[in-house]
């Protein structure tokens, strides 16, 4: 399933790129035979990721905290390939800590980074919709952590709920030129940092976590891809403000059990 808007020369913006999800719906998207500019703050991973994509892919470095160089970069990228038609904001960073032990540093890096960092982004590429009459898609990639609490996360969950607001503000605002605004929200999936964290805290704590997924299981990436290639796609084409769940239905609130036992 491609993007399939009408203007099919023109590109998706995809931060994080590097690595997680971001890395898996670019390579998924270039395997769909769209173009893609994968954005990333570590250029040397990102460079190594891609070596053997040539065509139909631009590679930029990006650090999503620093608003002036955002404003520099997609006016490169815009003059550089052209018409931008779809955005999906997968930076993040997901440190765990104590609330009583956050600093405001770290705060505010996370704030930066999952929040601030989207909002310019999005502010940016949605400015060149609207000045080139693109009735583009904005994907952003939020978390159950928005609304479902756990220890250790409060500047992620925070973070993730200011991205899930600001997806609806902008659904709304940006629907009379065209533009949709939609949001994943995953639960616990299997990225690099999912797996390092659970590393960190040990296989009881990841044990907690399957006790609480009806499923039972965490998700896969590829899992989350698909859903992100739908909603930039025309098949979405009424979906606007959507947060979309993927958590295998953690936030129930339900623990696994069997009736009887």
């Given at each position: 399933?491609?993007?399939n808007h009408s203007d099919s020369g023109a590109w998706v913006l995809v931060t994080g790129a590097a690595s997680g999800i971001g890395c898996d719906l670019t390579t998924s998207l270039l395997d769909k035979g769209e173009r893609v500019v994968a954005l990333d703050y570590d250029e040397e991973k990102l460079t190594k990721v891609y070596t053997n994509h040539k065509t139909s892919l631009v590679c930029r470095y990006l650090d999503v905290c620093d608003v002036d160089g955002i404003a520099r970069s997609i006016e490169m990228i815009r003059g550089e390939v052209g018409t931008i038609k779809g955005l999906v904001n997968c930076a993040g960073i997901y440190p765990v800590t104590a609330f009583l032990d956050i600093t405001v540093e770290e705060w505010d890096q996370v704030l930066n980074t999952n929040l601030r960092g989207a909002f310019v982004l999005s502010q940016a590429v949605a400015q060149l919709m609207v000045a080139d009459k693109v009735k583009g898609s904005i994907v952003n990639v939020t978390s159950t952590s928005a609304t479902f609490c756990r220890p250790g996360v409060a500047h992620y969950g925070s973070s993730k709920a200011g991205l899930t607001q600001l997806t609806r503000d902008m659904a709304l605002e940006l629907a009379p030129y065209g533009i949709r605004v939609n949001a994943v929200a995953p639960g616990v999936i299997g990225t690099e940092t999912v797996v390092n964290v659970a590393k960190l805290q040990g296989t009881e704590e990841h044990a907690a976590k399957l006790a609480s997924i009806p499923t039972g299981r965490i998700g896969e990436v590829h899992e989350i891809t698909a859903l992100i290639e739908f909603?930039?796609?025309?098949?979405?084409?009424?979906?606007?403000?959507?947060?979309?769940?993927?958590?295998?239905?953690?936030?129930l609130g339900i623990p696994r059990y069997q009736l009887g036992n």
């Open positions: 399933m491609g993007v909603l930039l796609s025309n098949q979405a084409s009424y979906c606007t403000g959507s947060i979309l769940l993927a958590d295998g239905g953690l936030t």
